[in-house]
């Protein structure tokens, strides 16, 4: 590729996200006179391409593995056939970041939301009440996939009073140490500022359940109404899927934005380090712990239990820490062998302990 030819695929693709660092990645397709471009919408086994030349629709039969966690996936690079009806994706770079749930089948395989991640949007409207559960799940995934987690609190017009948006943001603070928790009115345009500044640089993806408010955020971004909005049902807060396939979109101000479907369910995917982010003060609290291997359930010396006893930690994080902790471990025991065995360990140990106890006790009421 000559210079100029160079100059004119960084110009064309740089709003994309298009840098040297992808551009050195490519170079040995760019030998084999393949075209570099970014997925903006895949569709079943067809994508829509974003290329120097505009965009273009190829095929990905070529790239169609058995492992659903490489298939090619919105936010790909890939290499493109120059030519042909139809035109084929060749292959996709390696990707930097990748976004990746459990599926809700009994196989519970991990499918890709996104690739190539910088910034995970979580979208949560004020219209309902705070699941602060269900927060903590998407921050578990987004810190598992490599990207920097934002929580965006939708529809911030609907709460009463400053006072109460306060505590609001507040509460979600608490469960997202180290992530900014932006309140944003879409309707008023109160907060879009900071989000835009955020999202000003690198790739974002915008998550949620449906009725979040996400497709009159991504509008409001991109200053025109590219995403059709629904109105949410006033019973329960909750809309139809606006969104039916995630696509890939260059902000006005600098940025892309991927907009996804409403998620019904997020099911983590061994997302074990994840997880200990989103609950990095009960991780620091565990080393203080006098075992090792403390469960936090019973054990003397418990630093985790001492700091629920004393109002530094809230009950409600350990429940939910060991909810997701669990999850993970069953997700991640389908595919090794050893941790199943380890688990299988830990329930013998738990219920010996339990029958133990048991014996003891009807022990004492027969001596009584």
């Known amino acids: 590729m000559s210079s100029s030819s160079a100059s004119s695929v960084s110009s064309a693709l740089t709003p994309y996200g298009w840098d040297d660092a992808w551009a050195e990645a490519f170079a040995p397709y760019e030998a084999e006179g393949l075209l570099p471009g970014r997925v903006v919408r ?205 696509n890939l979109l260059a902000l006005p101000g600098g940025g892309v934005l991927i907009d996804t479907p409403g998620l019904r369910g997020v099911g983590l995917w061994d997302a074990g380090t994840g997880v200990g982010q989103v609950f990095s003060e009960i991780e620091e609290l565990s080393e203080r712990c006098r075992f090792h291997d403390c469960a936090h359930e019973a054990e003397p010396g418990c630093a985790v239990l001492a700091a629920i006893d004393s109002g530094e930690l809230p009950q409600r994080r350990l429940e939910s820490y060991r909810k997701l902790l669990r999850e993970n471990q069953r997700i991640v025991a389908k595919t090794d062998a050893r941790l199943r065995a380890e688990i299988r360990k830990d329930w013998k140990r738990k219920g010996a302990m339990g029958r133990a106890a048991m014996e003891a006790k009807r022990g004492a009421h027969w001596r009584a």
């Open 42 to 246: 895949v569709d079943r086994g067809q994508c829509d391409v974003v290329t120097a030349g505009g965009m273009l629709r190829a095929d990905t039969a070529f790239v169609t593995p058995h492992d659903p966690l490489r298939v090619v996936c919105t936010g790909d690079w890939v290499a493109v056939e120059p030519g042909g009806n139809p035109r084929y994706v060749r292959t996709y770079l390696p990707r930097r970041t990748a976004f990746v749930r459990s599926t809700s089948s009994q196989r519970s395989e991990g499918q890709i939301l996104a690739a190539n991640v910088d910034h995970a949007v979580i979208a949560v409207s004020l219209a309902l009440e705070l699941d602060l559960g269900r927060i903590e799940r998407f921050l578990a995934l987004s810190w598992e996939s490599g990207a920097q987690p934002v929580v965006v609190l939708t529809k911030a017009d609907l709460v009463p009073d400053a006072v109460t948006l306060a505590h609001l943001v507040q509460d979600v603070e608490t469960s997202a140490p180290g992530v900014p928790v932006v309140p944003v009115s879409s309707q008023e345009g109160d907060g879009l500022d900071v989000l835009a500044a955020i999202v000003g640089w690198g790739t974002s993806v915008l998550l949620g359940q449906s009725g979040a408010g996400k497709s009159t955020l991504a509008n409001a971004l991109l200053g025109e109404d590219v995403m059709d909005v629904q109105a949410t049902r006033d019973v329960d807060g909750k809309g139809r899927h606006t969104t039916t396939t995630r």
